[in-house]
């Protein structure tokens, strides 16, 4: 994934700054401009000080005490104005900071919500990206306030160039050439540090969801049972060698790159030095100026090396939105020029808006679902998952799938709920494409349980009312969803009731993994829907609670559409058709009944389950 380089990396990094200052300034915009006011002052500071100093020691050095002590006096209070300066702008800092930290976490979260289809979750590289990007609202508090730093710091050079200039043109000329190679080195050192964190994101990734496995609960008694923590840490410390080796191969290189940077800021602090030593010597003036002119050369090369290390971070920071950028062109499903991004982000949602037409849906309802030559294949990969695939659901009648692990049942069902768009092959929703309406309304119309459902560790109202969040007070739908799915009882005993707190990790309720998906089921039951997608509804079911859920689903969904996949095929043999798929194609269809006396393949599968149930 890569956004098209149409901008320079200087006029990008432009944008970015312009960007970072946009949020800082939405943080509060009295609070900016007060930082701003702050900062200007702040930088004045150094260069009146240098002189004041010098004032006082000339003074004191020609024998006018009474001169000497009021200069010493105003150094003095320029003390204390720079350190009340420093706290109160340290504080505005602070506060807008946090602000722009929420923006940027904001605006990620809004890229990622604008991803209409998820196909791009199941790659190494958003994992890679989401992994990089973990951080970018403290990086770009960071890059905001140095900006403004950096104004300041150049206010700050000005008045020091134009002090120095007072002794020799020469001086400030000398100290502002160094200042070139050591841009070149701070470049290349960004470039190198940047890399090296995308090259190694994959084990670093790795090394946090191993490191998580030997922290967290549900794993910990499996893997001390079967006595695996060694092997565990075994796997870390390989891991851990070979993030180190490569952050060593970069820091290699980055050491020099160091030496140089630093080298080169020595070489104009001390030529600039010796030029206006020589020079004062000629002339012979009082120690004042030597000691303005230490203070003063001395202060500007810290100035420009702080302005020089600002465009490190910039960098850094650039190649951040470049990621999120990517994301925002996924979201947009078009390459957009990036000047044209950064205002949608701005506003911590990306412009999603498409370029094709999206047109409401008309229907009251959802009657028709049909599946046309639809293929797909995840991103990167090379085989098609599904192939081929003709299906027709209507409106009253349960579908069920079955077919062995990996045949795609889950794929199947997730292009059906607009989740994936399929390779090739169309989905057709009441006679129309998917995608010609506007996939957040559709989805609003389907409801689902899924196989790797959600276990929110918050209350029992969020764990429901995020199936239907508009309607997440709705206290008694939440309890009839609950009911329905057969957790009535488990709000027992909870003077909190629905707002029962759970996980143990925040001192909440523990449930067990049966309770949990009848929260999950719950969920699904409280939106509102015209197709029901069940995907293993009952793995952690026992086979009477699963049979009773099961009546209860055929009754609620009579006139509308049910997909069920399930392994169980006690529940499938319900449904009102079925359909078998083997490596990616619709092999089988009909009714239980139909199939066994077929003998193909659903009745092969039906007879080994019903054998083992027997044995068992």
């Not at 209070?77 to 506060?95: F, K, P, T």
């Not at 969040?469 to 709000?491: H, N």
Request: glycine share 8%.
């Amino acid at each position: 994934m890569k956004v098209p380089a149409r901008l320079s990396r200087t006029r990008r990094a432009a944008l970015d700054c312009a960007f970072a200052v946009r949020v800082y300034f939405n943080g509060g915009r009295l609070l900016f401009l007060g930082h701003v006011a702050l900062l200007l002052l702040a930088s004045l500071l150094p260069a009146l000080s240098i002189r004041t100093s010098q004032k006082a020691v000339d003074f004191f050095w020609l024998g006018f005490y009474r001169a000497g002590g009021w200069f010493l006096l105003a150094y003095l209070l320029l003390m204390v104005v720079q350190q009340a300066v420093n706290i109160a702008n340290s504080h505005l800092s602070g506060v807008l900071a946090d602000r722009a930290t929420i923006a940027a976490e904001e605006m990620l979260s809004g890229a990622l919500d604008g991803l209409k289809t998820f196909e791009i979750y199941e790659t190494p590289e958003y994992h890679d990206t989401a992994f990089v990007l973990r951080g970018l609202g403290v990086r770009l508090a960071q890059a905001s306030d140095g900006l403004l730093g950096t104004l300041t710091y150049l206010v700050t050079c000005v008045s020091l160039v134009l002090l120095l200039s007072s002794v020799s043109p020469l001086i400030p000329v000398i100290v502002i050439i160094s200042i070139i190679p050591q841009m070149i080195f701070r470049h290349t050192l960004a470039t190198l540090h940047y890399g090296g964190l995308i090259g190694r994101a994959p084990e670093t990734r790795q090394l946090d969801y191993i490191s998580g496995l030997m922290s967290d609960a549900r794993t910990m008694c499996e893997i001390r049972f079967y006595d695996a923590l060694g092997a565990l840490r075994s796997i870390y410390r390989d891991l851990f060698a070979c993030v180190l080796k490569r952050e060593l191969q970069v820091a290699e290189k980055e050491t020099w790159v160091s030496i140089m940077l630093t080298f080169s800021g020595w070489l104009g602090t001390v030529g600039a030095t010796i030029v206006g030593i020589h020079y004062l010597a000629k002339t012979g003036t009082a120690p004042g100026s030597i000691l303005m002119l230490l203070f003063g050369v001395t202060q500007l090369s810290s100035y420009l090396g702080l302005l020089v290390d600002w465009v490190g971070s910039v960098l850094s920071f650039s190649f951040d939105l470049d990621r999120l950028r990517t994301l925002m062109v996924v979201a947009r499903g078009q390459a957009t020029e990036c000047a044209k991004e950064l205002p949608a982000a701005s506003r911590g949602v990306p412009d999603t808006s498409s370029t094709s037409r999206v047109c409401r849906m008309p229907e009251p309802r959802i009657e028709r679902v049909q599946l046309e030559q639809v293929s797909f294949r995840y991103p990167g990969s090379d085989r098609d998952i599904l192939r081929g695939v003709n299906l027709v659901l209507t409106s009253g009648e349960t579908l069920a799938i079955v077919g062995v692990n990996g045949a795609g049942k889950t794929t199947l069902a997730r292009l059906i709920m607009g989740l994936y768009r399929p390779t090739s092959g169309r989905v057709l929703f009441n006679g129309r494409d998917l995608f010609d309406y506007d996939l957040d309304e559709i989805r609003r119309r389907i409801s689902c349980v899924f196989q790797d459902y959600g276990r929110y560790l918050l209350t029992f109202r969020e764990n429901i009312g995020f199936g239907d969040v508009s309607r997440i007070s709705d206290d008694e739908e939440m309890l009839r969803a609950l009911a329905e799915a057969g957790g009535a009882d488990l709000l027992d005993e909870h003077p909190l009731k629905i707002d029962t707190p759970l996980g143990s990790e925040f001192g909440g309720r523990d449930l067990s993994g049966g309770e949990w998906q009848k929260l999950a089921i719950a969920r699904a039951l409280f939106r509102r829907h015209d197709l029901l997608i069940l995907d293993e509804p009952s793995a952690s079911l026992d086979p009477e609670a699963e049979y009773a859920l099961y009546m209860k689903f055929k009754e609620m969904v009579r006139d509308k559409i049910c997909v069920l996949i399930s392994h169980r095929f006690t529940t499938v043999k319900m449904a009102d058709r079925i359909v078998v798929l083997d490596e990616g194609r619709i092999v089988e269809e009909g009714s239980h009944d139909e199939l066994m006396r077929a003998k193909g393949l659903y009745a092969s599968l039906y007879e080994k389950q019903a054998a083992r149930y027997m044995r068992e």
